[in-house]
């Protein structure tokens, strides 16, 4: 019980700090909902009274005003009320959202590619788009105000029905049991609805993301290309017949339940509405009810009767709205065990930082195999490194875990003697500047690509692209560095190369200037004299720093001081060119030889490809 009034409390202090004025809006919004129908009930039975008691013209006048006056001014304020609490409710839609990005890029980077947390996010999704929220609670608080005063001033309008004389004793005990059938139905029902919706989201939302990947694979360019030369579309719509299948079976199963519940309460209604006329008939020909009361009493009793049930429905689905405010608040509060350290890193103004990897192993999450084995080596500082090794050997892995998108395993990594645990993580990351092979590039200005922000020193920026090699083909930009790239989000933006992003995202890492250059592949998209040309001046480029180098390119190794060689997760060699291919049974020496025969004829002569 503690724990969902904490929940709650949490819930709705959330929502005030996010919103106080929607709050309001909504509550007195469902206030005015909940008083408008009994201004014309009232005067309405008024009128008939006065009528049949053959008042005079100025006395029918006086409430005919009334009620037209009462009810356009509670209509009004509640028009204007509701107004506001749409355009909250708007808005907060928005903040939603803008929270939800927020924390997307605040997890943990390993928690990005874990299904349970891609699960739990896709439900918290898909159960915001059907209504659940946090601002459910603001309704939820307008909607206990709505029936109780609904309620209220319906047994005071029906108050005077219990009179003595006016029902019999059985006839008072049926009009309770209704309103109790009432209420125990509804709670039934909405409590059967919310198991219904729960069980569908629950079984949707796996297939439900993979519907979403099968939309992005069918309606993005780059897969676009796949799918038509590999005539792959009738494969790609079994696919998203069969996760359609699965939702729909799911829907139809939860709309059959709704509608079932639906008729079972409308039956109840239905059937308690004849009750009350019976009744009120039976009074009636009894003789001591008035034709303008017999209409009040109706109308008021139905209320009565639908302020129960909805105060019933409300309370039901606060229920289930706090089910998922607690899927909600379990998402956002995933802690990233990243932000832990706290120690500032040193700074160097010779850049000579120390690294060392002490026995490291890792694992990615939720798999069983070792992409690293007991990695331990330590960096020459202010050198060039090469990375080689073949594919799958865990070259990459070893980037990532050095520039702390993962944790080790096992082991330590080791910054200037300190685990690199223990900095502060957006300082340590501020060491690295790394081009990815799977780098991204987005749909903004050249200029906010290259400084990764909204400020941009163009001067820096510029001499970063010329000398990743892209200064010819900045001078042919419409706007400069001001021109959008891809047509995302704008249609004249410009769409670049393969190589010509790569060039981008090579003076994006030279304009953040991190004491450590990582390059995953730099030159795989760039053409002979580019990569030439980036070879060239990679000295240069990278100055003083320590650059890492990852090639599958032997000849471009060639200018590092030290070649670290990976096979299977480990470093089974290291050292400088020369001393490597003396090794003629080391992996490096294999590698290098299998490459070069393919740039020497006499080689090929010798051993031709087959
Ligand atoms: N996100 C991941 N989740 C699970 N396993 C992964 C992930 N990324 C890589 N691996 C596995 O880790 C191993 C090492 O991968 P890594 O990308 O480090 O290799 P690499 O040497 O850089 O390869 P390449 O030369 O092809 O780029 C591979 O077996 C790969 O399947």
């Given at each position: 019980?503690?724990?969902?009034?904490?929940?709650?409390?949490?819930?709705?202090?959330?929502?005030?700090?996010?919103?106080?004025?929607?709050?309001?809006?909504?509550?007195?919004?469902?206030?005015?909902?909940?008083?408008?129908?009994?201004?014309?009930?009232?005067?309405?039975?008024?009128?008939?009274?006065?009528?049949?008691?053959?008042?005079?013209?100025?006395?029918?006048?006086?409430?005919?005003?009334?009620?037209?006056?009462?009810?356009?001014?509670?209509?009004?304020?509640?028009?204007?009320?509701?107004?506001?609490?749409?355009?909250?409710?708007?808005?907060?839609?928005?903040?939603?959202d803008?929270?939800h990005a927020?924390k997307a890029?605040?997890l943990?980077y390993a928690l990005i590619e874990d299904r349970k947390t891609a699960l739990l996010r896709e439900r918290i999704e898909m159960e915001t788009q059907t209504?659940y929220?946090?601002?459910?609670?603001?309704?939820?608080?307008?909607?206990?105000?709505?029936?109780?005063?609904?309620?209220?001033?319906?047994?005071?309008?029906?108050?005077?029905?219990?009179?003595?004389?006016?029902?019999?004793?059985?006839?008072?005990?049926?009009?309770?049991?209704?309103?109790?059938?009432?209420?125990?139905?509804?709670?039934?029902?909405?409590?059967?609805?919310?198991?219904l919706r729960s069980e569908f989201f629950a079984g949707c939302v796996d297939d439900n993301i993979c519907g979403e990947k099968l939309y992005d694979y069918t309606s993005n360019d780059s897969s676009g290309k796949d799918i038509r030369?590999y005539g792959m579309r009738a494969a790609l719509l079994q696919k998203e017949r069969d996760f359609n299948e699965n939702f729909c079976r799911r829907e139809r199963t939860m709309n059959?339940?709704?509608?079932?519940?639906?008729?079972?309460?409308?039956?109840?209604?239905?059937?308690?509405?004849?009750?009350?006329?019976?009744?009120?008939?039976?009074?009636?020909?009894?003789?001591?009810?008035?034709?303008?009361?017999?209409?009040?009493?109706?109308?008021?009793?139905?209320?009565?009767?639908?302020?129960?049930?909805?105060?019933?429905?409300?309370?039901?689905?606060?229920?289930?709205?706090?089910?998922y405010?607690?899927r909600y608040?379990d998402y956002?509060?995933i802690?990233?065990?990243?932000?832990?350290?706290?120690?500032?890193?040193?700074?160097?103004?010779?850049?000579?930082?120390?690294?060392?990897?002490?026995?490291?192993?890792?694992?990615y999450p939720n798999t069983?195999?070792?992409?690293?084995?007991?990695?331990?080596?330590?960096?020459?500082?202010?050198?060039?490194?090469?990375?080689?090794?073949?594919?799958?050997?865990?070259?990459?892995?070893?980037?990532?875990?050095?520039?702390?998108?993962?944790?080790?395993?096992?082991?330590?990594?080791?910054?200037?003697?300190?685990?690199?645990?223990?900095?502060?993580?957006?300082?340590?990351?501020?060491?690295?500047?790394?081009?990815?092979?799977d780098?991204r590039?987005?749909?903004?200005?050249?200029?906010?690509?290259?400084?990764?922000?909204?400020?941009?020193?163009?001067?820096?920026?510029?001499?970063?692209?010329?000398?990743?090699?892209?200064?010819?083909?900045?001078?042919?930009?419409?706007?400069?560095?001001?021109?959008?790239?891809?047509?995302?989000?704008?249609?004249?933006?410009?769409?670049?190369?393969?190589?010509?992003?790569?060039?981008?995202?090579?003076?994006?890492?030279?304009?953040?200037?991190?004491?450590?250059?990582?390059?995953?592949?730099?030159?795989?998209?760039?053409?002979?004299?580019?990569?030439?040309?980036?070879?060239?001046?990679?000295?240069?480029?990278?100055?003083?720093?320590?650059?890492?180098?990852?090639?599958?390119?032997?000849?471009?190794?060639?200018?590092?001081?030290?070649?670290?060689?990976?096979?299977?997760?480990?470093?089974?060699?290291?050292?400088?060119?020369?001393?490597?291919?003396?090794?003629?049974?080391?992996?490096?020496?294999?590698?290098?030889?299998?490459?070069?025969?393919?740039?020497?004829?006499?080689?090929?002569?010798?051993?031709?490809?087959?």
């Open positions: 019980m503690k724990e969902r009034w904490d929940l709650n409390r949490r819930a709705v202090r959330l929502l005030c700090h996010l919103d106080r004025k929607y709050f309001l809006c909504t509550l007195f919004s469902s206030l005015t909902t909940a008083i408008a129908p009994y201004i014309p009930i009232y005067f309405s039975a008024k009128i008939i009274d006065a009528l049949t008691a053959g008042a005079g013209g100025k006395t029918l006048a006086l409430y005919a005003a009334l009620t037209v006056g009462l009810a356009a001014l509670v209509g009004l304020a509640g028009a204007l009320l509701k107004m506001h609490a749409d355009v909250g409710e708007a808005e907060l839609d928005r903040l939603v803008w929270k927020e890029m605040d943990p209504g929220n946090v601002y459910y609670y603001a309704v939820t608080a307008g909607g206990l105000v709505r029936y109780a005063v609904q309620i209220a001033a319906a047994v005071l309008l029906t108050f005077s029905l219990f009179r003595p004389g006016l029902l019999s004793a059985g006839a008072k005990l049926a009009l309770l049991a209704g309103i109790v059938l009432t209420a125990v139905v509804s709670v039934l029902t909405g409590r059967r609805y919310g198991r030369l059959f339940g709704v509608a079932w519940m639906g008729l079972l309460s409308n039956f109840v209604t239905y059937a308690l509405q004849f009750g009350v006329y019976l009744l009120l008939i039976a009074a009636a020909l009894r003789g001591g009810l008035s034709v303008g009361s017999i209409a009040r009493y109706v109308s008021s009793i139905m209320l009565l009767l639908a302020g129960v049930s909805g105060l019933a429905r409300t309370i039901r689905i606060s229920v289930t709205n706090e089910e405010m607690k608040l956002f509060d802690p990233n065990p990243m932000y832990q350290g706290s120690l500032s890193v040193e700074k160097r103004d010779d850049d000579r930082y120390e690294v060392e990897f002490r026995d490291v192993s890792f694992r069983e195999a070792y992409a690293l084995r007991h990695v331990s080596m330590k960096f020459r500082i202010g050198e060039k490194l090469a990375v080689v090794g073949r594919n799958g050997s865990g070259k990459t892995t070893f980037i990532k875990l050095l520039c702390r998108l993962y944790d080790p395993t096992e082991g330590e990594i080791l910054l200037n003697g300190v685990d690199i645990r223990k900095y502060d993580y957006a300082e340590y990351q501020a060491l690295f500047s790394v081009v990815f092979q780098f590039l987005f749909a903004f200005s050249l200029g906010q690509n290259v400084t990764a922000g909204a400020d941009v020193d163009r001067a820096r920026a510029e001499v970063c692209l010329r000398e990743a090699g892209l200064g010819e083909r900045l001078l042919r930009m419409p706007d400069g560095l001001d021109t959008m790239l891809y047509r995302d989000f704008d249609p004249h933006g410009v769409v670049i190369s393969g190589g010509e992003a790569q060039k981008i995202a090579i003076a994006r890492a030279l304009y953040k200037n991190a004491p450590f250059l990582v390059l995953d592949e730099p030159t795989a998209a760039l053409d002979p004299v580019s990569e030439y040309e980036v070879y060239r001046k990679f000295n240069a480029i990278s100055g003083g720093k320590t650059a890492l180098y990852i090639s599958h390119r032997l000849a471009s190794c060639r200018f590092c001081d030290e070649i670290l060689v990976f096979s299977a997760g480990s470093i089974v060699q290291h050292g400088a060119h020369e001393a490597l291919l003396q090794e003629k049974n080391g992996e490096y020496a294999r590698l290098w030889h299998a490459q070069a025969q393919y740039y020497d004829d006499s080689l090929q002569k010798k051993n031709p490809v087959k």
